[in-house]
């Protein structure tokens, strides 16, 4: 049985897959298991509260739920647990990806749903880790490590592009 924390990542339809494996090998990169599931909020609306009802007891602690057009998975599933739930609106034909992202950040009062940038699927899991992290100081540490290489890269990037202007 595992000892790592787990992470729920619910996807609307198995089409949304793809853009979500970022999102998995970011969580795994975390040291956080990922529980992935398809489920639909309008074809299985009674299969997204039983999840989501039982989540805690299964010992999930955040929930990312990705979909795209009317993207109502986040509020679904935040209707019926009191984890944290964070929103991945999916790039779609229809208004590329506006119509998922309104529905996710529009949710009504008492049912919030954190909502990442439309295929923000590696930020979503950013999110979930630095939530987590609250609890969990080696995803603590992995986090500040992480952040140290995103400067150290920007640093080498800086100093490249400054010796080409100074080149030209």
Do not use: W
């Amino acid at each position: 049985m595992s000892t790592k924390p787990k992470v729920a990542l619910v996807m609307g339809s198995d089409s949304d897959y793809e853009k979500l494996i970022p999102c998995i090998k970011m969580l795994k990169k975390f040291e956080i298991e990922p529980v992935v599931r398809v489920i639909s909020a309008h074809r299985t609306p009674d299969e997204a509260e039983r999840f989501a009802k039982n989540a805690k007891a299964e010992g999930i602690e955040v929930i990312l739920a990705a979909a795209g057009k009317a993207a109502h998975l986040g509020g679904v599933l935040a209707a019926f647990t009191t984890l944290p739930v964070i929103g991945i609106p999916i790039k779609s034909s229809t208004m590329d990806g506006l119509d998922s992202l309104l529905s996710m950040v529009q949710m009504p009062k008492g049912i919030p749903v954190a909502t990442v940038a439309i295929d923000g699927a590696d930020n979503a899991a950013i999110l979930a880790a630095q939530i987590l992290a609250l609890k969990y100081e080696n995803i603590a540490s992995m986090l500040d490590e992480f952040k140290k290489q995103m400067a150290d890269e920007v640093m080498t990037k800086n100093e490249r592009i400054m010796l080409e202007a100074q080149a030209l």
